[in-house]
């Protein structure tokens, strides 16, 4: 798997991104169960509200090697702050109507 992760800016200066790492290193939460070599090819945040550069980063990790785009946990369910985007769904929408089929996307890393 050739990972790509979308985080949100609005976290990025408080958060490292370190439980996200650690969930791909030991495989668990949504990478649970994968048994192929997980290689990460970028790590990026979403371009801030209403995540209208999302779809550009997508585009960039796909164009740099990401058949696999994952949004951090920060996105989808709002951790470590307890605020999911309230762009999520959309975001999600658009990359997944501009990308295709051709790229798997996953709701969060841990």
């Known amino acids: 798997m050739k990972l790509g992760i979308i985080r949100c800016m609005q976290?990025?200066?408080?958060?490292?991104g370190t439980a996200d790492f650690l969930a791909?290193?030991?495989k668990t939460?949504?990478?649970?169960?994968?048994?192929?070599?997980?290689?990460?090819?970028?790590?990026?945040?979403?371009?801030?509200?209403p995540a209208k550069k999302?779809?550009?980063?997508?585009?960039?990790?796909?164009k740099r090697g990401a058949d696999t785009i994952v949004f951090a946990s920060c996105i989808q369910r709002g951790t470590p702050i307890g605020y999911p985007c309230p762009?999520?769904?959309?975001?999600?929408?658009?990359?997944?109507?501009?990308?295709?089929d051709s790229?798997?996307?996953?709701?969060?890393?841990?």
């Open 11 to 16: 976290t990025e200066d408080f958060c490292p």
């Open 24 to 26: 791909i290193k030991e």
């Open 29 to 49: 939460g949504v990478f649970q169960g994968i048994t192929e070599d997980i290689e990460i090819i970028g790590f990026t945040n979403c371009g801030g509200c």
């Open 54 to 62: 999302s779809i550009l980063r997508a585009r960039e990790l796909v």
């Open 87 to 100: 762009f999520a769904k959309r975001m999600k929408e658009l990359i997944v109507k501009d990308l295709g």
């Open 103 to 110: 790229v798997t996307i996953l709701d969060y890393t841990h």
